[in-house]
Each structure stands twice: as C-alpha cells, then as structure tokens.
C-alpha cells in the first residue's frame, strides 16, 4: 500500500515528473574553473528552472533543469559529510564492466575524445518548443557562462553541443515509437498519471526512506538533498543502415511466407517487443494494432513460451512483467526506471550509411544508480534474470553490445507449432557517452548555490 | 566468467569478540554451514565458498567465486542470511555501531562489503559479458565464461 506523502511538485525538477513535448532539446555541458563560478552558475539557473508543478494551459516556450555530477558537488567544496552520504556507484565514474562498454562502445572514445567524463561538472538539459525558442534560451545561458568564465564541453565533431530533435510521430531513429513503457509513478497525494500498476515514488526521489526503500543519501544529507533524483546521461549511435540491412536479410528466415514488408516488420517487432506504431507484441503478436499503440499495462504471464513476444525482445528484457524471476534478483524484483530522451541527427532510410552521426540522447532517472541502471544494463548484457534463461543464461538484448566475450548472440523466436527461428545478432548500437548526476530538488539547488 | 569475492574483516580482539568468535566457529557446522548451503543452491549463482579464520582470530575471510553482477550478489545474500553476516560483521573492526542498521540497508551493505573485499592481484579479463574489467584482479577459471546454470544444465541433461 503506497502512503500518500504531500510531495511538494514545485519542488521537485519537472524533468522527473514530467514528459516533455517540446521538438528539439540541448544539453550543455560545463567544466567550472571555480566553486565561486559554480555556485553564482547554479543561482543564476535556479532562477530558471522548471519545477513539476503544473503549467496551466500553456506549455513554456522553453523549460530548463539542472544536473550534477559527483565531480560537480566536489567542486562546490561541500563538507565532508555530504561527499561521504552518497553511495560509491554515483562518486565513481560509470563502470564499463557493469555497462558492457567495450570496444567502440569504451569511455576511451567518449564524447568523440574531445573531453574526459570527468570533465563534466553540470549538465542542464533545455528543451524549446522550436528553434528559435531553444536558441535563445542557450544562448542567455551561455552568455551567463562566458561572463563566469566556465567552459562548456561540446562533444559533437563538429564542435557542437549535443543537440536532439524530436522525429515525427515520437519515433526514434530505428523507426519504433518511444516514450511508452514508462512506470506508473503514484508521486504520493497527488496520485499517479498513467495506467498500469502503480510504483513507489521512492523509486525515483531521495528523502522519503521508508522502511522498503530508503535510498542514499539518507538522514540530515538526506534533508538536505530531498526532492532529488539520479540522472544517467547516456548518449547513444545508432546505426539505421546496420539495423535495416539486418531486417533486410533476416526477415524471410523468421516468416518466408509473408510478403517482404510484413516479414521485416515482424522481425522488427520480435526484436524489440513492440511493433513499430508501439503496439505491444504480447497483445497483438500476428500484427501491429493502432488502437494499442499507447498500451502500458500488460504482462507476460499468457506468454510463458515466448511464441508472442521473445524471452530477449528488448522490453521484456527490461521490464519482464508477470514473468517469474530467478531466485537472486527476485527479492529485489524489477528495476524501475524513468526514461526522457530525444533522437539527435536526421532521419535516414535505407541500408546504406550516409556517414552522419545519428542516434539518442537518453536519460534515465532512479534513486539508485546501483539497483536499477545497472541491474538493468546487466540483464541487457545478458540475460540471466529469470528461469526462463536456465538452459542458457548468456542470450542478450538485441540493443546490448554483442562484442563481448561469454554471449550467446544467437536471438532465439519461438514460433508456436514450428522450430523456433534463430537470428544473430549484431552490434546497432554504440555508446558515445555516459555520465553520472544528480537532478537536485529546487531547495537543493539553491542551498548549493550558496557559500558554505 | 565469474567473480571473486575475498570479503576480508580484521577482526576486534576485546575478550567479548573473541568469545562470539568461538562460538561462531564451534556452532558453524551445525548452525551456520545448513543454511549458507541452502542459499547458496537456491541462488544457482555461486560456483564456490568458505569462510576461513586467520591467525589467532585476527581475521576472517567469506571467499566466494560467483556469477553475474556484484550488487545483485550482494543483495541476495543480505536478504537470505542476514542473520549471519550480522554476527559475522559484528565481530569486524571498522563495522558500525548498529550492526541491524548495516543489515537492513541495502546501500550500506553494499559498500561496507566493496570496502572490505580485497582486490586479487594481477589484472581481470575484460571485454566480458559477466561485468569483469582489468581491475578486478586476475582470477583462473577452467570453465572460461561458463555460469553455474550452464554446468549445472549440462550435468543435469
């Protein structure tokens, strides 16, 4: 039974909250030389960031918020005893074991070698309702930076910030619908937005511990830093000719007596458990359904095959729902996880590559870095979270990197009265960039702005 | 492949903790041995364990080789034997005041056994689906990146 907490909205960053609809996005990113020019930075936005509270009818022509990393905090020389409060996954930097960020995918090439992830002090996310709206919100907040002296990184090659646009349709750049499969938060008295089973707000906020959930920091810290949330950073290549070249010639092995379009398109929909309008595989498993094309409470309990929707598709893999869970990560239960994010690049079709960088700027948003990002990068890497994987626990997520060592690439599509289809996969992805940071409540933000 | 644990906890060496160590290791057998062996099948993720004593009590070592993600690793084993690693981190220097405190926090559990587990020397595999990197420290396997599940499905087939 989840309490009903008076959550102040206002307080907590919209980002969290919130989906944004805006068309285009930024994300600066900054170095400061000082504490005195991060923290004047950080008064300066916090006269600009956007709470959760509601907007009324009109949407802002341009919405800001504030990120940290731990390298942020400690360049604002805090105590001691705020440092020591934070759990040791959000301090370190992003672990490439627990990511499998390897080969092209190692924080070695991060942010196209043009800064460290260490670099990065602050992130601030700004979306517009246009270009013109965006530019000059950038553009106000890089006049703040220049008269502070603070550096911004600019990982593009072209010596850009990372810029996303949004596709038409909320469709990311493999063709699929995104922004669907989000949890539904009850965020205390004030209930809960979606559909589906509702969860914990304690998943994402710091400073509510109960006795289920009680992420760090905890106690005075965590007082001080109520209201906030973790943000993983992560930004991700996609490679569309790859991916349509592999639904091109993978298609006819999965479903030869379809014709070509409807093949490609199942296979598209096996990989990834939904069809390409959104529509849930394990609801509509022979054909894409625009009237379920929102679908978000469903489980998996009427597929105990996989002849729907396959044991490694990518949203089974990460929300496995109604499916029965091995005996070490059962307690624990299904990490939750928040997920904004923008497509950056312009649209391509077709199998052969045009040379442009293209993919998403993702963000995801827990209380625990520990116990939901990572656990969850980890079942992507491989597949070893439920029974269902006993026979062979080192299948993987077709979105997972394939380059590694120990993997089964083989993408098994149990077909019902048939042999099951077996696919290899291939790398579509590639990590360009992942950082660690705190979305601090606003009370936060301006505690931080101050001198010690 | 799979992980090394060397959980490593200098002991307190008070009159008291001495006495609590006895007992630990007189009753371990009977009391302590069936339900660590218990948890340890259900979890189907360790290959090996054992807990040894140092010296005259001046350390104890929990050294396992195990599959998968540390944290998920850890948590498991909070959850299954909390009542063990409490009297054994009771006994360790360094372990807070409020050993119920330290059980009961997944966070807290977590880093007090990163902080006490000591890194093998030599340099891990990397490029790994099971999450190793160099850093690790070097740790032999004959099975290269089989699990417990594999050996287990094969010599169950």
């Known amino acids: ?452 | 492949m799979a992980h090394a644990l060397n959980l490593t906890l200098k002991l307190k060496q008070d009159a008291e903790t001495k006495k609590k160590l006895g007992e630990f290791a007189k009753s371990f057998a009977t009391k302590v041995q069936p339900l660590i062996d218990a948890a340890l099948r259900k979890s189907k993720i360790v290959h090996f364990a054992r807990v040894v004593v140092i010296g005259d009590g001046e350390y104890l070592q929990v050294l396992t080789e195990y599959d998968g993600d540390k944290f998920g690793y850890t948590e498991f084993f909070r959850q299954e034997l909390p009542q063990i690693f409490g009297a054994v981190f009771s006994m360790a220097e360094g372990a807070p005041a409020d050993i119920n405190a330290l059980i009961n926090d997944k966070d807290a559990f977590f880093e007090f056994a990163k902080k006490t587990d000591v890194k093998c020397v030599g340099e891990g595999k990397e490029n790994n689906s099971d999450g190793s990197t160099k850093d690790d420290g070097y740790l032999f396997s004959a099975y290269d990146f089989r699990t417990v599940k594999d050996n287990l499905a094969k010599i169950n087939a």
């Not at chain 1, 827990?366 to 491989?382: N, V």
């Open chain 1, 1 to 452: 039974m989840l309490d009903d907490v008076d959550l102040e909205l206002d307080n907590i960053q919209g980002l969290l909250v919130r989906g944004y609809t805006h068309s285009c996005s930024c994300h600066i990113l900054v170095n400061a030389p000082t504490a005195d020019a991060l923290r004047k930075l950080l008064a300066y936005l916090r006269l600009h960031v956007v709470g959760a509270g509601d907007w009324g009818d009109e949407k802002p022509a341009s919405v800001l918020n504030v990120s940290l990393t731990f390298a942020g905090l400690q360049a604002l020389q805090l105590s001691t005893a705020v440092y020591d409060a934070f759990p040791s996954d959000f301090k370190e930097l992003p672990d490439q074991g627990r990511t499998g960020d390897f080969n092209d995918s190692a924080p070695e090439f991060w942010w196209q070698g043009r800064f460290k992830t260490s670099d990065i002090h602050a992130a601030v996310p700004i979306y517009g309702v246009d270009e013109a709206a965006l530019t000059d919100r950038c553009d106000k907040l890089r006049q703040e930076l220049s008269r502070l002296n603070i550096r911004e990184l600019r990982p593009m090659g072209n010596g850009d910030a990372l810029q996303g646009r949004a596709l038409p349709e909320h469709r990311v750049h493999f063709g699929y619908r995104d922004g669907i499969s989000q949890p539904n938060v009850r965020w205390g008295k004030h209930g809960a937005f979606g559909k589906g089973p509702e969860v914990d707000f304690r998943n994402f906020l710091i400073g509510y511990p109960s006795s289920e959930l009680h992420p760090w920091p905890i106690g005075g810290i965590g007082d001080v830093f109520r209201d906030s949330s973790y943000l993983v950073l992560r930004w991700i290549g996609q490679d569309v000719a790859t991916f349509n070249r592999y639904l091109d010639d993978n298609c006819a092995a999965l479903a030869p007596e379809l014709p070509r379009d409807e093949a490609r398109e199942l296979l598209a929909a096996k990989l990834i458990g939904r069809w390409r309008d959104g529509s849930p595989l394990v609801l509509s498993p022979t054909h894409s359904d625009p009237s379920l094309e929102d679908a978000n409470d469903f489980n998996y309990s009427a597929d105990p095959r996989g002849e729907s929707c396959p044991f490694s598709a990518h949203i089974r893999v990460m929300n496995p729902r109604g499916q029965e869970l091995s005996p070490h990560v059962k307690k624990e239960g299904i990490p939750q996880i928040i997920r904004r994010g923008m497509p950056f690049g312009p649209e391509m079709e077709g199998s052969t590559d045009d040379g442009r960088s293209r993919g998403i700027i993702g963000m995801f948003l827990c209380s625990s870095i520990r116990s939901q990002f990572y656990t969850l990068a980890s079942w992507m890497k491989r597949n070893d979270f439920s029974p269902v994987f006993d026979a062979n626990p080192h299948f993987q997520d077709p979105l997972a990197n394939h380059k590694l060592t120990g993997v089964d690439t083989r993408f098994v599509i149990p077909r019902a009265g048939q042999t099951d289809c077996i696919v290899t996969l291939q790398d579509f992805t590639v990590t360009l960039g992942t950082a660690f940071l705190i979305l601090p409540g606003i009370k936060t933000l301006e505690f931080l702005s101050q001198s010690p």
